[in-house]
C-alpha cells in the first residue's frame, strides 16, 4: 500500500497575491485630523491608474523628503483607494522623532511624494466565524479598512491601544463589533491573555510595536494554543528603531 503523501502545512485561510512593483508620483489632495493623534493625508495623480490593494493587510512604501532634504521611505496602509477619483488615503499616527509623523503634520495640498507597492498581498478570508484584531495606533487604519470589509455582522472583537482614547472614533461602527480601548500595551497584553476565546477557527490579527507584539504572539500561540495557521502578528515599528518591520507569526 502506497503512503499518501500529505502537504507539509494544511491549507489556511490566507492566500498570497503578487503584484507588479510600480513607484509613482502622487500629489497631497486632502489633509484631515482624525482625532488628536491621527491624520488622514489623502493623495492623487493619474500615475495611481491601476492602484491595486487587495488586503486591509497590505501596505506601500512611502516615499518622501524630510526636513534636511534626504529621501526617505517608511510603510503605511493603504486605507482607501478609491477607484473612480484614483485616491489613496493614508493614515499617519503622529508621535514625536519622526520623519514621516513629522512630514505628514506639515503637509499642504499640492506637496509631491511617492507611492511604491504594494508588491504583495497576503488575503485573510472572511467567511471564519469570528475575528480578532488587535493593536496600536499605526494598526488602527488597517482594523478599519478591515472592519468595513468583514461581512456585516461577523462577531469581531478589537483590542486597541492608543494614546487618545478618542481615536478609536476613527473606527468605522458596526454590528456584531466588540471594541474595547487599552491604556498600554501591557493592557493590551493583559487582555489577550484574559479572553475567552470563542470555539472554533477564527483568525487573530495583530499588529503594533515589535516587544508588545512578540508578547502578545507568545500568549497567543503558547498560553492559548491557537493555530499558526490562523494567527498574524507583525511588528510595525520597534522603539528606538528607524523603518522597522517584522513579521512575527
Ligand atoms: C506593514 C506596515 C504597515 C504600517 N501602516 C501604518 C499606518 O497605516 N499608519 C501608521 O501611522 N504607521 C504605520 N506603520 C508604522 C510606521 O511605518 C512606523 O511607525 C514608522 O516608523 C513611522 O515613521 P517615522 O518616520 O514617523 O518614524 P521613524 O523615523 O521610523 O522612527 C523615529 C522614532 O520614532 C519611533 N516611532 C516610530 N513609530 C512610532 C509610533 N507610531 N509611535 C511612537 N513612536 C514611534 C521609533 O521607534 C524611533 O525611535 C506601518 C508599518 C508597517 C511595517
Same mark, same amino acid.
Given at each position: 500500500?502506497?503512503?499518501?503523501?500529505?502537504?507539509?502545512?494544511?491549507?489556511?485561510?490566507?492566500?498570497?497575491?503578487?503584484?507588479?512593483?510600480?513607484?509613482?508620483?502622487?500629489?497631497?489632495?486632502?489633509?484631515?485630523?482624525?482625532?488628536?493623534?491621527?491624520?488622514?493625508?489623502?493623495?492623487?495623480?493619474?500615475?495611481?491608474?491601476?492602484?491595486?490593494?487587495?488586503?486591509? /493587510? /497590505?501596505?506601500?512604501?512611502?516615499?518622501?523628503?524630510?526636513?534636511?532634504?534626504?529621501?526617505?521611505?517608511?510603510?503605511?496602509?493603504?486605507?482607501?483607494?478609491?477607484? /473612480?477619483?484614483?485616491?489613496?488615503?493614508? @493614515?499617519?499616527?503622529?508621535?514625536?522623532?519622526?520623519? #514621516?509623523?513629522?512630514? +505628514?503634520?506639515?503637509?499642504? @495640498?499640492?506637496?509631491? #511624494?511617492?507611492?511604491?507597492?504594494?508588491?504583495?498581498?497576503?488575503?485573510? +478570508?472572511?467567511?471564519?466565524?469570528?475575528?480578532?484584531? #488587535?493593536?496600536?495606533?499605526?494598526?488602527?487604519?488597517?482594523? #478599519?479598512?478591515?472592519?468595513?470589509?468583514?461581512?456585516?455582522?461577523?462577531?469581531?472583537? @478589537?483590542?486597541?491601544?492608543?494614546?487618545?482614547?478618542?481615536?478609536?472614533?476613527?473606527?468605522?461602527?458596526?454590528?456584531?463589533?466588540?471594541?474595547?480601548?487599552?491604556?498600554?500595551?501591557?493592557?493590551?497584553?493583559?487582555?489577550?491573555?484574559?479572553?475567552?476565546?470563542?470555539?472554533?477557527?477564527?483568525?487573530?490579527?495583530?499588529?503594533?510595536?515589535?516587544?508588545?507584539?512578540?508578547?502578545?504572539?507568545?500568549?497567543?500561540?503558547?498560553?492559548?494554543?491557537?493555530?499558526?495557521?490562523?494567527?498574524?502578528?507583525?511588528?510595525?515599528?520597534? +522603539?528606538?528603531?528607524? /523603518?522597522?518591520?517584522?513579521?512575527?507569526?
Amino acid at each position: 500500500m502506497s503512503n499518501p503523501i500529505l502537504p507539509l502545512h494544511p491549507p489556511g485561510p490566507t492566500r498570497r497575491v503578487r503584484h507588479e512593483l510600480l513607484r509613482r508620483d502622487v500629489q497631497v489632495r486632502h489633509v484631515r485630523p482624525l482625532g488628536s493623534g491621527l491624520l488622514a493625508v489623502t493623495f492623487g495623480g493619474p500615475a495611481l491608474a491601476g492602484f491595486v490593494s487587495l488586503s486591509f /493587510d /497590505d501596505h506601500v512604501k512611502f516615499f518622501f523628503t524630510d526636513a534636511d532634504g534626504r529621501e526617505q521611505r517608511r510603510d503605511y496602509t493603504p486605507r482607501h483607494f478609491d477607484t /473612480d477619483r484614483q485616491e489613496l488615503t493614508l @493614515v499617519f499616527a503622529l508621535h514625536d522623532g519622526g520623519a #514621516a509623523s513629522a512630514w +505628514a503634520q506639515g503637509a499642504q @495640498v499640492g506637496d509631491t #511624494a511617492e507611492i511604491g507597492g504594494p508588491r504583495g498581498s497576503i488575503i485573510i +478570508a472572511d467567511d471564519l466565524p469570528w475575528y480578532l484584531l #488587535a493593536g496600536d495606533a499605526t494598526a488602527l487604519p488597517a482594523i #478599519a479598512r478591515r472592519l468595513e470589509e468583514l461581512p456585516a455582522g461577523t462577531p469581531t472583537t @478589537v483590542l486597541l491601544h492608543t494614546p487618545h482614547e478618542q481615536d478609536h472614533k476613527a473606527l468605522p461602527e458596526r454590528p456584531g463589533l466588540n471594541l474595547r480601548w487599552l491604556p498600554s500595551g501591557e493592557a493590551l497584553c493583559d487582555a489577550v491573555r484574559n479572553l475567552d476565546l470563542p470555539a472554533g477557527d477564527g483568525f487573530i490579527w495583530c499588529a503594533g510595536e515589535a516587544a508588545c507584539m512578540a508578547r502578545l504572539r507568545d500568549i497567543l500561540l503558547l498560553e492559548h494554543g491557537r493555530p499558526r495557521s490562523h494567527v498574524k502578528v507583525s511588528a510595525y515599528w520597534k +522603539a528606538g528603531a528607524t /523603518d522597522f518591520h517584522e513579521d512575527l507569526a
